[in-house]
């Protein structure tokens, strides 16, 4: 046996194994096509707001000092989510909450998490800075002490940064900062949070194209012509930009999806019917869409609830795309290879779970609101203050889809459900959960695993290729 001293050491030594594995298995790491995309405006030094400007800068600052050409974007999110996971466990270990430290790393290594982990995208680098951000705190907070201040200025680098890279994490990271050092009753926290991610959607447009020297791709506006245009399929009759042959089109060919706006971006499609709404400025796109929302609510609310459901991978039929995370990268001139054929072997154990419920959102959501009741009921302390503050985040990340999103990607949701997972093991390391808690979750997860469980197996299988996806 372990003496209990040397717990917190072994949990952090084994945090930093599962690092150095984890790289070894997914080294130099998964190039998607947003990948191969970015790392082009990271060679040619032109840079667009498709993708986080953040990120590519970054990349290029990190290119030129070291070469090479995804893997140090690999090494850098692999540690930050491998540290965040170890600070974590390290301090549960600590206070004498060895098991739930295990736990954590647990966490970190389920397989669909750490796949994801393994491509180089803006996603994981959004959870490996949030993760290194909650760590930081979880170090000092669960072991009941003050945070210094050059953390803090570690944690407002590493949030910023979460924030910027990804286009609604703003939801995630303004939610967790509130939570974290904001005021205490609930009416203040909401209004500041309203108030932080106000100000963070004005002001980020000036530092993507200001200070990042992105130039406008556009991607401001698909998110107004995606909803648009199921208005115009549901309510014809609706002003909303476009002509009368154009939704006939758009109807006919159905280029609306719920799960995902792609068909109305292809030339081969509907992107011919929808490019009068990119003559728009964005603020009128968005104040089009009020007006159609306004005059068609019921239109606007059955796309938006069709789209979360897909984003949820809810009611949805068998064999969902999107959701495995490639072990090959995009075919590309740029030198972004492929891990070695191990990782097929890691692939089959995400394929395993992908399709249960430890690969739908879904399942993570209604775990996270059970938890958030049970710790709102619960006394403050340390490891329940910080598991509400990840609960909070993750729902209101969650919430945020049914408002703003235009894929279903599983990639969108990590941080949900990562968060969630680790909050449930707090929650735990905070007191023994009693029967009516563990029973309130096992309801809410057992009425969520059968409806999803009935809908793979009533519903026709999704389509698996991105051309039948468009069909």
């Known amino acids: 046996m372990i003496a209990d001293r040397y717990r917190p050491a072994f949990l952090a030594g084994a945090a930093l194994v599962l690092c150095v594995a984890a790289l070894g298995l997914f080294w130099p790491g998964v190039a998607l096509y947003d990948t191969v995309a ?36 690999l090494v850098l999110q692999m540690a930050l989510y491998w540290g965040g996971l170890g600070l974590l466990a390290s301090a549960l270990a600590r206070t004498g909450k060895t098991g739930c430290g295990v736990a954590v790393l647990g966490i970190g290594a389920m397989p669909l998490f750490l796949g994801w982990q393994g491509t180089v995208l803006k996603d994981a680098q959004m959870l490996g800075a949030m993760l290194a951000a909650v760590g930081v705190v979880g170090w000092w907070r669960l072991r009941a002490l003050r945070v210094p201040g050059w953390a803090w200025l570690l944690v407002a680098v590493l949030l910023g940064y979460a924030t910027l890279v990804r286009a609604n994490a703003v939801f995630a990271t303004v939610a967790l900062i509130v939570m974290l050092v904001g005021p205490r009753d609930w009416w203040a926290r909401g209004v500041v949070a309203l108030v932080g991610v106000g100000a963070v959607l004005a002001v980020s447009p000036w530092i993507n194209h200001g200070l990042l020297g992105a130039s406008d791709s556009g991607v401001e506006q698909t998110e107004a012509i995606y909803d648009l245009s199921a208005i115009a399929v549901r309510a014809p009759a609706v002003p909303t930009g476009l002509s009368a042959a154009a939704v006939r089109t758009i109807a006919a060919r159905h280029c609306v999806k719920p799960y995902f706006w792609d068909p109305l971006g292809e030339p081969s499609r509907c992107a011919a019917e929808v490019e009068p709404l990119h003559a728009y400025p964005t603020g009128t796109l968005y104040r089009m869409l009020a007006a159609a929302i306004v005059r068609a609510p019921g239109a606007y609310l059955a796309h938006r609830l069709a789209h979360w459901n897909s984003t949820e991978r809810w009611l949805v039929g068998a064999g969902g795309p999107g959701a495995l995370p490639p072990v090959t990268s995009e075919a590309n001139a740029l030198g972004l290879e492929s891990p070695a054929p191990l990782a097929g072997r890691w692939r089959q154990l995400e394929q395993i779970t992908v399709d249960t419920p430890l690969g739908w959102p879904i399942a993570f959501l209604s775990v996270a609101v059970v938890s958030l009741v049970v710790a709102r009921r619960r006394r403050a302390g340390v490891a329940r203050d910080l598991a509400l503050a990840l609960l909070v985040s993750a729902v209101l990340l969650e919430a945020s889809f049914l408002v703003l999103s235009i894929a279903s990607d599983l990639r969108y949701h990590l941080w949900s459900m990562v968060a969630t997972a680790l909050a449930v093991v707090l929650l735990v390391a905070d007191q023994t959960p009693t029967r009516r808690e563990w029973l309130a979750g096992g309801v809410a997860l057992m009425v969520i695993t059968a409806s999803g469980t009935i809908a793979r197996n009533v519903l026709p299988p999704a389509p698996v290729s991105y051309a039948a996806q468009l069909l």
């Open 38 to 73: 970015q790392y082009r405006q990271v060679v040619s030094g032109q840079f667009d707001d498709w993708h986080p400007p953040i990120m590519a800068r970054l990349w290029r600052v990190i290119h030129g000092a070291f070469g090479g050409a995804a893997a140090p974007m």
